[in-house]
């Protein structure tokens, strides 16, 4: 409807004016107005009048109509490729994620979520234009089909102009992409609560500064060149265009002096060819714009082509509960990708089923990358592990990783309610509050949340209103409560009480003692105070076992355990 009301408006103004035209030219013209109405003289030019108001107002409450359904559809479609972006992310492996080209192009595909929804709106008002264009097109093909040919003419240049510019400047934002990464981080660094604190200490803000403006006058130099291009060729373009207009309407002119065209059909031609142009020179350059917007969506879609390398099995078999026999590393190697380095090699141990085993190692080692093995957040790029006797390839992760529950060293410290932070360990047992408690009693994060004005309603961190910030123990404290409240058959502490004073770690490892009994579990830690209470200790280096036993047996004989027991005892002695 919306699309067939220009050129019916230019049909009606058409048939005004020669009405117009025609009641001037009347030889016996009544004097008064009252005369005229009462020779009825006037009745057909007030229905001209009536209907053009008519389509007026017809045709701006279409359009309000249309931008309200635009602005609802286009919040949709963003909030909908949000969510599909979110959950199709949450089925990628560990090691994409720490892949640089994919957070590329993860960037340029969450860009594309908020960035490039009017696409949406754009298609249908090609529509509708196209719809508009075709009605006007029969108007002048029933008048003058040769100018159709003058106007295509006219404005084929502009459209190649348009695609060819577009297309330029999806490859400049495609190549800078790692830039404007570095670019966001930097403008993050510098002006964020988690940074704040470094940044003053350290004076850290003309440097960062300088930074941003470096980088920033680079995509602004490349930017100004590409757009200075643009306008340029642009304006020639539009330059044809408008000559080829005056031209037609030169042409226009003439028939209409010449006598072929009524004044009327003057103005309807002229109207429609100038509104014909506009819409045409429109269409061009958004059919060239939505092309452009298309190379941008591909990246969402590309983003979409992702598929994880740990997917589960055709016919998954189910994870043990109880596990009987423990986990067995057999020759198991890992290596990054694009890395020459082994991470770990030829690992082979077994953890029993109801073992706590402590993981002793100097930086890099590979005590991290062996838990994420275990949790089968990786795959071994050589040699497999078995639980009760069967791969873990066998099983579904999520099932696998539903029976684990691991506390790394980098935590998430969620900006969320305390109780919602100690509820990520099992999510969806959110609303159970006495599990919730219970988990926070086991880690001794009770007494934190006790101090918090609305106990676990209460917003932790500051990132939000009204959000309280905690300190490195009382973090780790809600963070260890996540690994309890998983209630998992097993568990995995990765230095759990880096930022506990000496009581508070005390605490932590008499009640971990109690808990995991009966459990299986694996502590990674330097501090020898904690690992001695395990059942089991790995030592390793180079990515390999270099030792096992238990504390007693370790520091009994020669080697890296003795010497690194030795090291850390001499500073308290």
């Known amino acids: 409807m919306r699309a067939l009301q220009p050129v019916a408006a230019l049909f009606v103004a058409k048939l005004i004016v020669d009405e117009v035209v025609r009641l001037a030219g009347l030889a016996d013209r009544p004097e008064s107005l009252g005369d005229w109405i009462a020779a009825g003289l006037l009745d057909r030019i007030a229905l001209l009048l009536l209907a053009e108001f008519a389509l007026a107002v017809v045709a701006d409450l279409l359009g309000r109509v249309v931008t309200f359904t635009e602005s609802l559809l286009t919040e949709r479609v963003s909030i909908v490729s949000s969510v599909r972006l979110m959950e199709h992310a949450a089925t990628l492996d560990l090691q994409t994620f720490?892949?640089?080209?994919?957070?590329?192009?993860?960037?340029?595909?969450?860009?594309?979520?908020?960035?490039?929804?009017?696409?949406?709106?754009?298609i249908f008002a090609q529509v509708q234009d196209l719809v508009t264009v075709a009605s006007l097109?029969?108007?002048?093909?029933?008048?003058?089909?040769?100018?159709?040919?003058?106007?295509?003419?006219?404005?084929?240049?502009?459209?190649?102009?348009?695609?060819?510019?577009?297309?330029?400047?999806?490859?400049?934002?495609?190549?800078?992409?790692?830039?404007?990464?570095?670019?966001?981080?930097?403008?993050?660094?510098?002006?964020?609560?988690?940074?704040?604190?470094?940044?003053?200490?350290?004076?850290?803000?003309?440097?960062?500064?300088?930074?941003?403006?470096?980088?920033?006058?680079?995509?602004f130099a490349d930017n100004r060149a590409l757009a200075l291009r643009r306008a340029s060729w642009g304006a020639l373009f539009t330059a044809l265009g408008t000559i080829g207009y005056y031209a037609a309407y030169a042409a226009i002119v003439w028939r209409t002096v010449a006598g072929p065209f009524s004044v009327g059909d003057l103005s309807f031609l002229a109207g429609s060819f100038l509104r014909l142009r506009g819409l045409l020179e429109g269409l061009l350059a958004s059919f060239s714009s939505t092309a452009g917007q298309a190379l941008y969506l591909n990246d969402l879609f590309s983003f979409f082509a992702v598929r994880p390398g740990i997917a589960a099995p055709a016919a998954p078999v189910p994870v043990p509960r109880p596990?009987?026999?423990?986990?067995?590393?057999?020759?198991?190697?890992?290596?990054?990708?694009?890395?020459?380095?082994?991470?770990?090699?030829?690992?082979?141990?077994?953890?029993?089923?109801?073992?706590?085993?402590?993981?002793?190692?100097?930086?890099?080692?590979?005590?991290?990358?062996?838990?994420?093995?275990?949790?089968?957040?990786?795959?071994?790029?050589?040699?497999r592990i078995l639980l009760d006797g069967r791969d873990l390839r066998e099983h579904d992760p999520a099932a696998l990783r539903a029976e684990i529950g691991v506390i790394f060293q980098d935590f998430v410290r969620y900006n969320m309610s305390a109780g919602e932070n100690i509820a990520v360990g099992r999510i969806e047992a959110r609303e159970d509050r006495t599990r919730i408690e219970t988990a926070?009693?086991?880690?001794?994060?009770?007494?934190?949340?006790?101090?918090?004005?609305?106990?676990?309603?209460?917003?932790?961190?500051?990132?939000?209103?009204?959000?309280?910030?905690?300190?490195?123990?009382?973090?780790?404290?809600?963070?260890?409560?996540?690994?309890?409240?998983?209630?998992?058959?097993v568990l995995i502490l990765d230095e759990?009480?880096?930022?506990?004073?000496?009581?508070?770690?005390?605490?932590v490892f008499e009640r971990f003692r109690d808990l995991s009994a009966g459990r299986t579990a694996v502590l990674i830690s330097h501090r020898f105070s904690s690992v001695r209470m395990a059942d089991r200790i790995l030592v390793l280096a180079d990515g390999r076992v270099e030792a096992s036993g238990t504390h007693d047996d370790l520091v009994g004989r020669p080697g890296r355990y003795a010497e690194l027991f030795a090291l850390q005892a001499q500073g308290y002695r």
């Not at 020459?340 to 706590?356: D, I, K, P, Y």
């Not at 002793?360 to 275990?374: D, H, I, R, S, W």
């Not at 500051?462 to 998992?488: D, H, P």
């Open 98 to 122: 720490e892949d640089a080209d994919f957070q590329n192009r993860l960037e340029r595909a969450r860009r594309q979520t908020s960035g490039r929804m009017t696409l949406l709106s754009q």
């Open 137 to 219: 097109v029969v108007g002048l093909l029933a008048y003058a089909p040769w100018l159709i040919l003058l106007l295509a003419l006219a404005l084929v240049p502009g459209f190649l102009g348009e695609f060819h510019f577009n297309a330029e400047s999806y490859r400049l934002a495609y190549a800078t992409t790692p830039e404007r990464r570095e670019l966001d981080y930097v403008r993050q660094t510098a002006a964020s609560v988690e940074t704040a604190k470094e940044v003053r200490i350290f004076g850290l803000d003309d440097f960062l500064v300088a930074r941003y403006r470096a980088l920033s006058a680079r995509f």
């Open 323 to 383: 596990i009987h026999g423990g986990f067995v590393f057999e020759d198991v190697g890992f290596r990054y990708p694009g890395s020459e380095r082994w991470a770990v090699r030829h690992l082979s141990f077994t953890l029993r089923a109801g073992e706590v085993l402590a993981l002793v190692g100097e930086n890099g080692a590979g005590k991290t990358t062996l838990v994420k093995l275990l949790a089968r957040l990786y795959d071994p790029t050589e040699g």
């Open 440 to 489: 926070a009693a086991r880690s001794l994060a009770d007494g934190v949340v006790a101090r918090l004005p609305e106990g676990y309603e209460q917003m932790v961190g500051k990132r939000f209103t009204n959000g309280v910030e905690l300190s490195g123990g009382e973090w780790q404290k809600i963070a260890i409560a996540r690994a309890y409240m998983r209630e998992a058959q």
């Open 496 to 507: 759990p009480t880096a930022a506990l004073d000496a009581r508070a770690e005390v605490e």
